[in-house]
Structure formats: structure tokens, C-alpha cells
């Protein structure tokens, strides 16, 4: 079955400590997308790739990094630098201006 | 810039009945898209309905349906016969057509509980 895959679940990070967020897919999408979700709130765009080896900022992107080193994948890296990362982070691809489908998230927390 | 207000953070409605969400936005763009998306309690995030800008007919998928007031920059979702399963919350975003990214902009969402 086609679709977006995250992982883990569930994340728990001491302070100090970068962590990574996996994505990926297997639609053939070219773009792909990092959001974040925190209560009360919506999905807040975090980075964006349209191509491999090419990625933008998003609204929000103090404190996390990505690579586009391959179509299928779009890594999200949560640094140090992010001063409060305890969030639901959501990732997403889409093919053309459009819809966007997203995978499953990944809930992140800071011990 | 683009924006996007849900004025409703909770609403509830018998199984059956009909409900109505508001989405209000704000662009000085011509040419866009809006969606609404549901999000259960599963948190998996899934389209509704999508409706573009250029086109006057409002859109339909089964029990959903839209009001789209281009004028007004409105976007409301009518949900008809409500189910159990349409408890969730429900997001309207915005993306502009063209250019040079496809970045969605989201509401904060609105929590619809339905009753049995």
C-alpha cells in the first residue's frame, strides 16, 4: 500500500539533545512538508521540499533542520536550539498544488 | 500574507442532525484552494472536501458539503446526518494556486463532538 510512514510514535527527549523524526514515502510525491500541531492550535509549517536537495524554511523553522537527500525521505531534526520542542509533528507530501496527505505524526516530548 | 480563523473551537450535534462549521479567511490572492480536513482522535490527518477558487459550484463528497462565498471569504462545511465517526476536529486551510510553493495555511481548528 502507498503512503507516508513516521517514526517513532512517540519520542522523548532529555534537554540538550538533538533528535530525529523519520519520513518517509512511497506515493512518488515530489514535494514533501514538516508541520507542527500543539494544543488549541493548528498545523504550523515548519520546512518544505518541492525536489531532492531543496528545501525552504517554513513559518517556524528556529531550532530544527532537514535533508532532502532522497525523493522517498524527509528527515526532520529537532536541536538543542528549538527552546520548547513538546509537540505532535506531522509530515506530509503532495504531487501538485493540491492535496496534501499526511502520515500518522510522531508526539515528541522533553523530559 | 494569508489567514485563516475558525471562530468555533467546539461544537456538538446529535447523531443524524446537520451541522454547519464557519471558515473565514483572508488573502489578497485571486486564484486558490481550500480544504477542509478532519483529524480523529487517531490524530491521522484526512481530506474532506477541496474547493477551488475559480469555480462557482460549491463542492459536494457524500455528506459534506461547502458554502463558499467568494466575496466574503467564507468557506463553511456542512456536515448532513451526523455519524459517531465524525467526531473529530476539523481544520479549514488555505493554499494559494501558483507560484512557488504549495504551503497550506491552517485554522486552529474546531472540536465537533457528535451525540448518540
Known amino acids: 500500500d502507498g503512503g507516508i510512514t513516521q517514526s517513532p510514535k512517540y519520542l522523548f527527549r532529555k534537554e540538550g539533545q538533538n533528535v530525529t523524526l523519520s519520513c518517509e514515502q512511497n506515493?512518488?510525491?515530489?514535494?514533501m512538508y514538516w508541520y507542527r500541531q500543539d494544543p488549541g492550535q493548528g498545523l504550523r509549517l515548519i520546512y518544505y521540499?518541492?525536489?531532492?536537495?531543496?528545501?525552504q524554511k517554513g513559518d517556524i523553522a528556529e531550532g530544527y533542520s532537514v535533508s532532502r537527500e532522497k525523493k522517498e525521505s524527509f528527515p526532520l531534526t529537532v536541536t538543542s536550539a528549538q527552546k520548547n520542542p513538546t509537540a505532535f509533528y506531522l509530515c506530509?507530501?503532495?504531487?501538485?498544488?493540491?492535496?496534501?496527505?499526511f502520515g500518522p505524526g510522531t508526539r515528541l516530548t522533553v523530559l | 500574507a494569508q489567514t485563516v480563523t475558525q471562530s468555533q473551537p467546539e461544537m456538538s450535534v446529535q447523531e443524524a442532525e446537520t451541522v454547519t462549521l464557519s471558515c473565514t479567511y483572508d488573502?489578497?490572492?485571486?486564484?486558490?484552494?481550500l480544504f477542509w480536513y478532519k483529524q480523529p482522535p487517531s490524530r491521522q490527518m484526512i481530506l474532506v472536501i477541496r474547493?477551488?477558487?475559480?469555480?462557482?459550484q460549491n463542492a459536494t463528497e457524500n455528506r459534506f458539503s461547502v458554502n463558499f462565498q467568494k466575496a466574503a471569504k467564507s468557506f463553511s462545511l456542512k456536515i448532513s446526518d451526523s455519524q459517531l465517526g465524525d467526531t473529530a476536529m476539523y481544520f479549514c486551510?488555505?493554499?494559494?494556486?501558483?507560484?512557488?510553493?504549495?504551503?497550506?495555511?491552517f485554522g486552529k481548528g474546531t472540536l465537533l463532538t457528535v451525540n448518540p
Open positions: 506530509a507530501s503532495s504531487i501538485w498544488v493540491g492535496e496534501q496527505f
Open positions: 506515493l512518488n510525491h515530489d514535494a
Open positions: 521540499s518541492q525536489i531532492v536537495n531543496d528545501f
Open positions: 488573502t489578497s490572492e485571486s486564484n486558490y484552494y
Open positions: 474547493q477551488e477558487a475559480y469555480k462557482q
Open positions: 486551510a488555505f493554499m494559494k494556486q501558483g507560484g512557488s510553493n504549495y504551503k497550506l495555511t
